[in-house]
């Protein structure tokens, strides 16, 4: 009496398995494979979509048009970014236009220490150290201090960014002292952080007062 069971098991199995050997992956027709790597195809661009246009530029789209005139061929209207150096341009694509996908990759990583004109960033996992010129730091790097969090922007295994953290917390290290009882905001003094990094502060503030700042505006957010 089990036998019948076990063979029916075992077509159920079998015919499990042609299906899976005759199912087909299904891409999206703006993807082909290439390699490791992907294609877009200029007619399928997307806002937030960054390709590689062959030049050494790595792009992403910005804002995107589908023309299509009375007379002449459609084409593509487009502004993009340049990833790695901020400029942005317009730029038209014929649709069929194929680029390479880009894959910009952000790794967390550890600022250790600098020397000289080296800063030094450690990877967790392996405990590697990764130099980099002063070249590659944004403006607001100022806020970041030794044993912060950073993102490491790379494209094929090339650094060309650091994005410091959105929020830090860091000490006053120089300021006119605070007025007791003033906790008005809108008027603002000089205050120099520990990294160095100089910032508006309420009067209230005080030499040793840590406080939250915003990297991307270089604002006093509030008391840690």
């Known amino acids: 009496m089990q036998k019948p069971l076990e063979n029916s098991s075992k077509m159920r199995y ?5 299906v899976c050997l005759a199912a087909k992956p299904r891409f999206h027709k703006s993807f082909f494979r290439f390699g490791r790597y992907k294609m877009v195809v200029a007619g399928d661009f997307k806002n937030g979509i960054t390709f590689d246009d062959g030049q050494g530029n790595v792009l992403q789209v910005v804002e ?25 341009i317009e730029k038209t694509f014929n649709p069929t236009d ?11 990583m550890q600022y250790s220490y600098k020397d000289g004109d080296l800063y030094y960033f450690m990877d967790m996992e392996t405990f590697d150290m990764l130099p980099l010129n002063s070249d590659k730091l944004p403006d607001s790097f100022k806020f970041v201090k030794e044993e912060m969090m ?38 603002l003094k000089p205050a120099t952080l520990e990294t160095g990094a100089e910032i508006k502060v309420p009067l209230f503030i005080n030499e040793g007062d840590v406080l939250k700042i915003d990297t991307r505006t270089g604002e006093y957010l509030s008391r840690a």
């Open 14 to 18: 079998n015919k499990y398995i042609l």
């Open 64 to 88: 995107f048009q589908h023309v299509k005139p009375g007379k002449g061929a459609a084409f593509v209207r487009t502004k993009l970014k340049n990833v790695i150096t901020g400029a942005v």
């Open 98 to 108: 194929k680029f390479e996908n880009a894959y910009i990759e952000r790794k967390e």
């Open 150 to 187: 950073c993102k490491i922007i790379s494209y094929k295994g090339n650094v060309f960014g650091v994005e410091p953290p959105t929020f830090v917390e860091l000490a006053v290290a120089k300021t006119d002292p605070g007025f007791a009882g003033n906790t008005a905001t809108n008027t």
